[in-house]
């Protein structure tokens, strides 16, 4: 009796481990390549419960998902053979888990084609390019126009694995520590050279105007003074025509003398000095005289 409940124990069990090894399970994120001695069978695209022959067919799991790889930093050479180390991230996911099998294999393994691409792409790339040319890039369209190619390329050379190459962006060029305090002194020497180059025309340019506003003050001015004396001529002339015909008699204009006479007159009293001197003859002294 104990023999018999063992060997069902023992059945049972088989039985057990062959159904867990004739299913598997497909999650919403994953392909999944069944394999019989090696050869790729089957694939399996959706999420769900599959059988396979135990202990002949395997699976094999890829992710669907776009995965990031981060390339570690590199030195590239410039056009003007100078060195600059690029910092770089992919972005890629599998598309045909065939292909992608029978190439490479496994995600470890692409992310190593991934980097050999990548490298060489943007150092052919940055190969084109001067060194001021990269540090002194600041139009967007540029720099997208650079990452648009190496994408291009990249993605044309990962095809052929199976893969999609969603991404390819530069994080940072940086210069090698060496370097670094001597382009960092010319940059500054560049910029100081931009800076007193702004400032020599903006003193130009603030000297034409001052001479312009100058030159027209001075105009303006200058008119202005011609058109005053113009316009006291003017009332000079007016003036001696109203006297003209105001004294136009000879009783008139020796009243007029007379009066201008007292003024003359008054203008000599003014302050503490009371003693004139005059000529007998003179209109004063025959006023003063009564004659």
Sequence with gaps: MMKKIIIT???????????LLSFYVVEE???????????????????GLYFKVP???????????????????????TKDKKTMIVDSYVLW?????????????????????????TYNFIKTKMGTLNQDEIINMEDPDERNTIYGEILKNVKEGANSYGIE??????????????NEEAVFTRMISERNKI?????????YNASIITNEVDKKYNTIISDARVKAEK?????????????AEAYNTPEKLEFYQFIRSLDALKLSLSGDNKTIILDKDSPLAKILLYN
């Design 9 to 19: 124990a023992v059945i049972l069990f088989i039985l057990l481990i062959v159904c």
């Design 231 to 243: 316009t006291i001529a003017e009332g000079e002339a007016e003036y001696m025509r109203f006297i």
């Design 29 to 47: 994120n994953q392909y999944a390549c069944v394999l019989r001695f090696e050869k790729i069978i089957n694939t399996k695209n959706d999420a």
């Design 93 to 117: 996911r599998i598309t045909d888990p065939v292909t992608f099998k029978k190439t490479i294999g496994s995600t470890k393994e692409a992310e190593g084609r991934l980097d050999a691409l």
């Design 195 to 203: 800076a007193q180059a702004y400032i020599a025309d903006g003193h």
């Design 165 to 178: 190459v969603v991404d390819v962006k530069i994080k940072r060029f940086d210069l090698p520590e060496q």
């Design 55 to 77: 202990f002949t067919d395997s699976v094999t799991i890829y992710p669907k998902m776009v995965m990031l790889y981060d390339i570690n930093p590199s030195d590239v050479i």
